[in-house]
């Protein structure tokens, strides 16, 4: 995918998250909804190629293969983010959830 539609998609989410959080009245920045959009957008990238392998594996079965690719890698974000949460317990949930992400985007 090209960084300008990469790019493009990141807008529009960072700009939903931004209506959403001003909507319910959360405390935030702009900066804090963009680094969320591109984290959710790389998160996605990756359910697409992984997508993409159940489609050379397994068929042409495009909400299937989606659907198994998004369980797939959500229980790997689950596994390493209570991974995380056994090694420092003092830390909050969704601080270990953010970080299994980082890890995720960096490493797999």
């Keep these: 995918m090209s960084d300008s ?3 493009d998609q990141v807008r529009e989410k960072a700009y939903y998250n931004y209506l959403s959080r001003v909507n319910q009245g959360l405390p935030g920045d702009a900066n804090q909804d ?5 984290r959710e957008q790389k998160i996605e990238e990756k359910i697409k190629e992984e997508a993409y392998y159940h489609y050379l594996t397994y068929g042409d079965y495009p909400l299937l293969n989606w659907l198994v690719a998004r369980t797939e890698i959500t229980e790997r974000l689950q596994f390493l983010a209570f991974y995380m949460h056994e090694a420092n317990i ?6 270990n959830w953010i970080d299994a992400q980082n890890l995720y985007i960096e490493k797999f």
Excluded: D, L, R
């Design 5 to 7: 539609v990469f790019e």
């Design 90 to 95: 003092n830390k909050s949930p969704i601080e």
């Design 34 to 38: 963009w680094y969320n959009a591109e």
